[in-house]
């Protein structure tokens, strides 16, 4: 073996990736990188974490429910904490709005940058070893640094969004995000503690041939949804849903495919939350050539009006997409005949 081999590269690490590009931010003086590496840095605490879950008594639920009614588990509190700590010391940010907390978390005034985040989505899926992740969109704030907070700053559309990511627990943990640029992966080295780059310039495939839904559901979705899924059958195409978004999402942005979470009659207005989940994965799957929409418009053209806002998603593979919409669209026009 020779000298060249035997030193061969590990690749490019997360900190000195976000380096190489900070030039692609004229406006940016370092606080947006910073908070990128403050957000890595929770993702390895919560990685420990959700690796040792099953030893120690963190898995299972809390005892008590969140803003959406939904029962909490141990490590949903526990990694709404792991990354309010992060970035509260990593002072770049000036408030977050969490899944787990009712109300906007108002932090250094003096910085730029709002965080909206689901700290841990899946999490009733540690118990049985499911991949799980965490979904953050950085937005920068509209009121003069230094005033308190005001809503106009958190309340912002997906297209203002400055970067959007998400970080995969699951046979390996992946970190993906984009800031406009494209979209990236890094793969997580445990042995040395970094992030690494192994997926450079993420790809949707156009057209796929999996559908992401919960078919559970099925008899109370709309009469357009129902007929799309005919027609996913009808093609054999193969039916993948994990419950977890972060892994269907990523499943469906390397392979191709449609995730979708329609209205209900419970839940009319869809499950996912607009501002920490929906334009978040919106984001990247646009910057990867995919599409995402709540039916009827981009999901990152709709102006948000409560912290905690749900719309229905269809996100994914363009031709899907765009498929998906044609049955709503026909279902309308027969309507209104």
């Known amino acids: 073996m020779d000298k060249e081999t035997l030193g061969s590269t590990i690749g490019t690490t997360l900190d000195r990736f976000i380096n ?6 004229p406006f940016a003086t370092g606080e947006l990188s910073q908070l990128l590496r403050d957000i890595a840095l929770a993702g390895k605490i919560i990685n420990r974490e959700v ?24 490590l949903d509190v526990i990694a709404d904490i792991r990354f309010t700590r992060a970035l509260k010391n ?8 969490s ?82 640029h494209g979209v990236n992966g890094f793969t997580f080295e445990p042995t040395l503690g970094e992030f690494l780059l192994s997926h450079q310039n993420m790809k949707c495939p156009k057209a796929g041939s999996i559908y ?11 009469p357009s949804v129902k007929e799309y899924l005919q027609y996913c059958k009808a093609e054999n195409y193969s039916a993948r849903y994990i419950g977890s978004l972060v892994a269907d999402f990523h499943r469906n942005l390397l392979k191709g495919g449609i995730y979708m979470y ?3 009659e419970k839940a009319p207005n869809g499950k996912l939350r607009l501002m920490y989940e929906c334009n978040c994965l919106a984001f990247i799957i646009e910057q ?3 599409m995402a929409t709540d039916g009827e418009q981009r999901v990152m053209e709709i102006q948000p009006t409560e912290l905690h806002q749900r719309v229905p998603l269809f996100i994914g593979s363009p031709d899907m997409v765009n498929k998906a919409q044609t049955y709503r669209k026909e279902f309308a026009t027969a309507q209104k005949d």
């Not at 190489?20 to 931010?25: M, R």
């Not at 690796?51 to 141990?74: H, R």
């Open 20 to 25: 190489d590009k900070q030039g692609e931010f």
């Open 51 to 74: 690796n040792k879950s099953g030893l120690l008594d963190i898995a299972g639920a809390y005892g008590a429910t969140n803003v959406q009614g939904e029962e909490q588990q141990k």
């Open 90 to 97: 990593g002072g770049e940010v000036c408030a977050i709005i």
């Open 99 to 180: 899944e787990e907390e009712d109300d906007l978390i108002r932090l250094n005034a003096n910085s730029r940058y709002v965080v909206a985040m689901d700290p841990l989505d899946g999490s009733s899926n540690i118990d049985v070893n499911v991949s799980i992740g965490t979904i953050f969109s950085i937005y920068r704030r509209v009121s003069p640094i230094g005033t308190p907070v005001q809503m106009e700053d958190v309340l912002q559309k997906g297209d203002n969004q400055v970067a959007a990511g998400y970080i995969l627990y699951g046979s390996s943990t992946m970190l993906v995000y984009t800031t406009g």
């Open 212 to 222: 992401s839904i919960n078919e559970g559901s099925y008899q109370s979705f709309e």
């Open 262 to 264: 329609p209205s209900t």
């Open 288 to 290: 990867a050539g995919g």
